[in-house]
């Protein structure tokens, strides 16, 4: 992530530099108001499969409506987000348009590790309930996950599945050798808090002889994954419940070689809980493995900007998700080393390994038993 694109400035900064800040910010926050139309109406898709189109080609082929799709069209171009392939001088329903090479991935190829698109879902879905943050920060409690609704659920699994088809079981999983030979091998491992399952859907392709069981709390997501798995052949061979992972001990103590827990033990209400559950279903000799943000070790301000998008998710999400279970920790999104391996050696682990795994954006941490 390019620093010199969200520079903070300086605490002695003019009056004027915060006001072009916020001008910028809002322009940013149109932006994405506008690429969740073009997404959720299936027009940057037609102008990628049948482009350049006009606004009534667009329309048309869309079922919408022309007026709507013209002003969108100008927005985008103007933008430059889109490019205009005719002389603008033509009338507005004349010119054609299509969407700018280096924007393609970005706004339409699921599998591209560029295609951060769906974040404007994930914001517009946080939107939606501003009264009901506004509310529990007044009152207390939370507005849950199930609360945010579809978009905040396809954003996230769309965010994160190009890492967990490609990048996990070729790149990094490569590098932590003793995980690599267990999965290699004929490992059972759980997936706890699998969202839609793009993480063992992505192991199970690149380890076909493991078998992998996701878990999460969500039913919407553990019928998506399902239906993932399913269309990739995989259904056989990986599995999703909708099941609280702090009672699999109950039914599946030692059952597992590996159990890994990707981007979820912050949102948990109970992580001590889960980690606890984790370090139960695993064997004697099992794999712990917890991906989670790559927050700076200790609190500092200003800040770069992961540290800053992090926090951004924090109180639009995290926190109040994690926080609508009574009694819920409320750690948020920006859960530093030092707090899981409070709640890991409240579990029952000996200790918190940090794997040596550059990622710009995760942090990989392998509990030991």
Not at 59 to 69: F, I, L
Request: hydrophobic share 45%.
């Amino acid at each position: 992530m390019s620093t010199d694109l969200f520079e903070t400035p300086a605490a002695d900064a003019e009056p004027a530099v915060f006001a072009d800040r916020l001008l910028a910010a809002t322009l940013g926050g149109m932006d994405l108001v506008a690429i969740h139309l073009g997404r959720s109406l299936g027009w940057y898709q037609a102008l990628v499969d049948d482009g350049p189109l006009t606004s009534v080609d667009l329309a048309a082929r869309t079922g919408t409506q022309e007026r709507y799709v013209r002003e969108w069209l100008e927005q985008q171009a103007v933008g430059g987000w889109l490019l205009v392939e005719d002389d603008p001088a033509l009338g507005a329903t004349q010119r054609g348009y299509r969407v700018a090479p280096g924007a393609v991935p970005v706004l339409t190829d699921p599998d591209s590790p560029l295609h951060v698109a769906p974040v404007a879902g994930f914001v517009i879905a946080a939107c939606r309930r501003i009264d009901d943050l506004a509310a529990a920060s007044r009152a207390g409690g939370g507005v849950s996950w199930s609360q945010f609704g579809d978009d905040a659920r396809t954003a996230q699994a769309a965010l994160n599945r190009p890492l967990f088809l490609d990048e996990l079981p070729r790149q990094i999983i490569p590098t932590i050798p003793e995980l690599h030979t267990l999965l290699a091998g004929a490992a059972r491992v759980a997936d706890i808090g699998t969202g839609e399952g793009w993480s063992s859907i992505g192991l199970a392709a690149a380890f076909p002889t493991s078998t992998f069981e996701g878990f999460d709390v969500d039913e919407p997501s553990v019928a998506a994954a399902n239906g993932h798995a399913a269309g990739r052949g995989l259904d056989g061979r990986v599995t999703f419940s909708a099941v609280d992972a702090a009672r699999l001990h109950e039914s599946r103590a030692g059952a597992f070689d590996v159990v890994m827990a990707y981007e979820c033990v912050h949102d948990m209400p109970d992580p001590v809980g889960v980690l606890a559950a984790m370090r139960a279903i695993a064997r004697d000799d099992g794999y712990v493995l917890v991906m989670d943000e790559r927050t700076a070790e200790s609190f500092a301000a200003p800040a770069d900007p992961v540290e800053r998008l992090l926090y951004g998710y924090s109180i639009v999400c995290c926190l109040p998700d994690g926080l609508s279970t009574p009694g819920g920790v409320g750690t948020g999104t920006v859960m530093r080393p030092s707090v899981l391996a409070g709640y890991a050696e409240s579990a029952g682990f000996s200790r918190v390994e940090v794997l040596p795994v550059d990622h710009e954006m995760f942090r990989f941490y392998r509990l030991h038993l």
